[in-house]
């Protein structure tokens, strides 16, 4: 690792420090100013105060007479939901049913959905999901939909959505010529229109800077679970129950099974366990209790199931970020898993 | 059964509520916005009553409720005939509170009466009776004692007597802007005759601690507040482009022995208590919250407060 960072969980910004400076903040703890500089010899007293200088100007250290007071902040992460969140994936040969499986949501209290239509948008489609959900009494509360670019689609469609259903956080809709744009419907709700295709499972798993969250729920998260996939459970385009929809491995059709059931299945819960500590890179990578995470398109696709997510550019070793697509050490993998498509 | 006595809006009480579903915990929710029925009887064999048999109560805000719906199309504003039937029927939850207050003991948390009694002036003397020291004070509605004040400690602050300013009249919507330093213009255009102010030194402040206590444990958040201009004065001037730095702390055994003491003075065994640390590592005691709120706190410092309340009502089911 070329450097480390600070993370700031108050203000949710980061702040690159020389790894040195890393060693006297995690090594040195509780102890003066003077004895850490005693502790070097005296030789980098400018250094070191100069690092504390700016430590304290960005208020990331206060000075004490009583650090005993101060105690490390809690690390451990612990929510009273078995389940947090859900992706159910509709394309047009999907004959599953919605109704039930969103039952079996609100019974499991799992707060956050997500719905990703790969086909162009269907403004009944989507009415008659709303207005299902609007009829039930549900412990699920916030949904995001995600729908293909439809030019018989209006704004004002979608704004009526938004109206409808308060539960409805945000509305994406790919595909749509032109740039992105962003429009605040009101305080976290969001109708996004982007020309990015987003049109299968095989989109996603991105990893980049703008991904990055950086708030305490998601940074211990991140230091006890997988910052994707814990609480996660899927339903992909066929039914087929799964850690998330890009995964290969299924723990049963939605048709005759139920979510509660997979959630007792001895190997559901494995991935939800895998920390970026574990992860080949990621593990020596100074974003990674802030980063997302891939398991479905990893480097080594035949290794342990460890190595770092394949569309992630960043290289700790060096610091810098590239191209992951372009890199020809993810030929392979890419290939394993996309065929031979031309790469965007 | 636990009850959990709230208000309809609380995210506190939603937070804790989730946590006992999780915990399989059964409870009833009476939100302030909603009717439960009365049926208390009194007799010489005791008291009965169809519907509360409490075995555990929080009390996080509100008061029971006991007006059909209807009579807020009968009397839509607050007129004489609705506060009447208001404080009739908040006989009822009065004896609520205060009996199975006595007869549960640490098993009813919080208490809307100590809310509505809650004096910053006796909790001050209080305080002071306890250990803390207490920045000097002043309540006056006389101008030449207000000077004086001011003139003897040069940095003076003024705030609320009891709560914040949320006034809705003819002329628009008027609500508090939080503590502020008196200055020579405040006092310039003071009249002669003026209603009783709330008047205190400013201290010169370390930091300032937010302690949050229940079910017998002090959750302290230390809030550095002194660094930013618009927090210098109150952390609640919230500077929210560069909030102040919230962090964990613990108080000194003294300390917590204190607020313990004066907890146990007060009769509560819940509440939000501002502290302020000077320079010398000396600790004020500014004012105490019976129903104040404490998710902030939790989130800041990863305590987990909702878990340990739900923890607490579930335990013994």
């Known amino acids: ?344 | 059964m636990v009850y959990i006595l709230s208000e309809k809006t609380d995210r506190s009480t939603d937070l804790v509520t989730e946590w006992l579903v999780y915990l399989k915990s059964s409870f009833k929710r009476l939100n302030d916005e909603e009717r439960v029925e009365a049926s208390i009887s009194v007799s010489n064999n005791g008291v009965e009553s169809r519907y509360y048999q409490p075995r555990k109560v929080w009390h996080r805000r509100g008061n029971l409720n006991f007006l059909p719906d209807e009579i807020y199309d009968h009397y839509p504003d607050r007129t004489a005939f609705l506060r009447y039937f208001t404080r009739e029927s908040s006989v009822l939850g009065e004896f609520f509170e205060s009996r199975y207050r006595k007869l549960l003991g640490r098993n009813y948390i919080g208490s809307i009466s100590q809310e509505s009694l809650n004096n910053k002036l006796l909790n001050l003397v209080l305080a002071s009776k306890n250990g803390f020291l207490i920045p000097q004070t002043l309540v006056t509605s006389n101008k030449e004692e207000l000077v004086a004040f001011y003139k003897e400690h040069g940095c003076v602050i003024t705030k609320d007597l009891r709560a914040p300013v949320n006034i809705l009249s003819a002329g628009g919507h008027i609500v508090s802007d939080g503590v502020k330093l008196l200055n020579d213009k405040m006092i310039e255009q003071l009249e002669e005759k003026f209603v009783p102010v709330f008047l205190q030194k400013y201290v010169q402040k370390k930091y300032e601690i937010r302690s949050f206590a229940a079910c017998d444990k002090i959750y302290s958040m230390a809030i550095f507040s002194q660094g930013d201009e618009s927090t210098m004065i109150d952390y609640r001037n919230y500077n929210n482009k560069k909030p102040n730095r919230c962090v964990p702390v613990n108080l000194p055994p003294m300390v917590e022995q204190n607020l313990r003491n004066l907890m146990a003075a007060m009769e509560m065994n819940t509440g939000s208590f501002d502290l302020i640390v000077n320079k010398e590592n000396e600790y004020y005691f500014l004012e105490v919250n019976p129903m104040g709120q404490f998710h902030w706190l939790s989130e800041s410092c990863n305590y987990h407060i909702e878990r340990d309340i739900a923890q607490f009502l579930a335990d013994g089911k």
């Open chain 1, 1 to 344: 690792m070329t450097r480390s960072i600070l993370c700031d969980l108050e203000r949710q910004s980061y702040l690159q420090i020389p790894n040195d400076l890393y060693r006297i903040l995690t090594d040195h703890r509780g102890k003066s100013v003077a004895e850490i500089k005693a502790f070097y010899g005296n030789r980098y007293d400018a250094t070191i105060e100069d690092y504390f200088a700016r430590l304290s100007n960005a208020e990331f250290v206060f000075a004490t007479d009583h650090p005993e007071l101060f105690p490390v902040l809690d690390s451990s992460w612990d929510e009273p939901f078995e389940l947090t969140n859900a992706i159910i994936d509709i394309d047009n040969k999907s004959t599953f049913e919605l109704e039930s499986i969103f039952y079996q949501l609100s019974s499991l209290h799992c707060k956050f959905i997500q719905i990703r239509f790969f086909k162009s948008a269907q403004i009944e489609e989507m009415g008659s999901i709303i207005d299902f959900l609007n009829s039930m009494r549900s412990n699920s509360i916030g949904l995001e939909l995600l729908v293909g670019y439809n030019e018989l689609s209006t704004e004002a469609d979608y704004l009526l959505l938004f109206k409808k259903y308060k539960r409805l956080n945000s509305l994406i809709v790919y595909g749509m010529p032109g740039g992105k744009v962003i429009k605040r419907i009101e305080h976290s709700r969001y109708l996004v229109f982007t020309p990015v295709d987003l049109s299968s499972e095989h989109h996603c798993g991105h990893i980049s800077k703008e991904l990055f969250s950086i708030n305490i729920k998601t940074f211990t998260e991140a230091l006890n679970f997988n910052s994707c996939l814990n609480g996660k459970i899927s339903i992909d385009k066929r039914g087929e129950i799964k850690n998330c929809p890009s995964m290969t491995s299924s723990f049963g059709n939605i048709k005759d099974t139920k979510l509660s059931q997979v959630l007792l299945h001895p190997g559901y819960k494995k991935n939800w366990k895998i920390t970026k500590d574990q992860v080949h890179t990621c593990k020596s990578c100074e974003f990674r209790y802030i980063c997302t995470d891939c398991r479905a398109y990893v480097q080594h696709p035949d290794g342990d199931g460890l190595s770092k997510p394949l569309k992630c550019g960043y290289d700790p070793q060096i610091g810098e970020w590239t191209d992951w697509s372009i890199n020809p050490l993810n030929q392979a993998a890419y290939r394993h898993y996309f065929g031979e498509i031309s790469l965007q």
